[in-house]
């Protein structure tokens, strides 16, 4: 809560909406600055998985935030993450990796770049 409160919700260059599901706080999608470049993530309760909501919820909150290009980091195994990007719009352009804290390890990353309005498909 103290990073959400002190240092999430206190930049005012961070735009934070509450993702909704049949009225319940499902999850957060998030816009911010990261070395000059605007960058997308979201985060889902796991009980919300598999059902469209964060497909949907990009896909909204793409109308809100006009800047492209769009960026997005995604770690290589997180399959759905890419997709989600992918079915908004989103391409590899390419990759990065980090020493994770959390992990104790490297993790690899793609580089997913939005550089048009963006609009879900199927493909
Ligand atoms: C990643 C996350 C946001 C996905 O949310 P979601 O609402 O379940 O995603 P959606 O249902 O909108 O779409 C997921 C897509 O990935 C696909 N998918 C899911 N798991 C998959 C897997 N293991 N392999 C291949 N595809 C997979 C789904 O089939 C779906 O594609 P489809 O519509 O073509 O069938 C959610 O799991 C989450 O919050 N995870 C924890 C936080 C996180 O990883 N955030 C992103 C950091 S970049």
Known sequence: M??????IMAD????????LFNG?????????EQLGEREVGYWLGKEYWGKGIATQALAEFLKYVDTRPLYAHVAKQNIASRRVLEKC???????DSFFSQALGKNVEEYILILDTNGS???D
């Open 2 to 7: 103290a990073h959400w409160k002190n240092k």
């Open 12 to 19: 005012d260059s961070v735009l934070v909406k509450t993702i």
């Open 120 to 122: 879900v498909n199927s």
């Open 89 to 95: 719009g989103f391409t590899v352009s390419g990759e």
């Open 24 to 32: 319940s706080a499902a999850g957060n999608i998030v816009c911010f």
